[in-house]
């Protein structure tokens, strides 16, 4: 199993940045890929970044050129630097982890969620 922890959520104002993070503990060992979907109100969940054990790195359209997805192997964490916030940022953002190769497919574990809201 696999526990995924995310903090960093907040309000902030369009134009803002956030930096959000996963913590993950147990066994690591059997994820290659780790990342960020995010799910707002009356929407379905969708990808928002995503980062492989070898460092390939995967963005939906919509955050290329604001959003930079990081790891910090020796803190078993991985970062969402968000830049350039819009109003249609907001969401809560769920950290996910694949035992495949990447985040479009099955995902095998999910963390809490947390609410990331850009508002003037």
């Known amino acids: 199993q696999v526990q995924l922890v995310e903090s960093g959520g907040d309000l902030v104002q369009p134009g803002g940045s956030l930096r959000l993070s996963c913590a993950a503990s147990?066994?690591?060992?059997?994820?290659?890929?780790r990342g960020w979907y995010r799910q707002a109100p009356g929407k379905q969940r969708e990808l928002v970044a995503g980062?492989?054990?070898?460092?390939?790195?995967d963005y939906a359209e919509s955050v290329k050129g604001r959003f930079t997805i990081s790891r910090d192997n020796a803190k078993n964490t991985v970062y969402l630097q968000m830049n350039t916030l819009k109003p249609e940022d907001t969401a809560v953002y769920y950290c996910?982890?694949?035992?495949?190769?990447?985040?479009?497919?099955?995902?095998?574990?999910w963390g809490k969620g947390t609410l990331v809201t850009v508002s003037s």
């Open positions: 996910a982890a694949a035992k495949g190769l990447g985040l479009r497919g099955r995902i095998d574990y």
């Open positions: 147990g066994s690591i060992f059997s994820i290659n890929a």
């Open positions: 980062i492989s054990r070898s460092g390939f790195t």
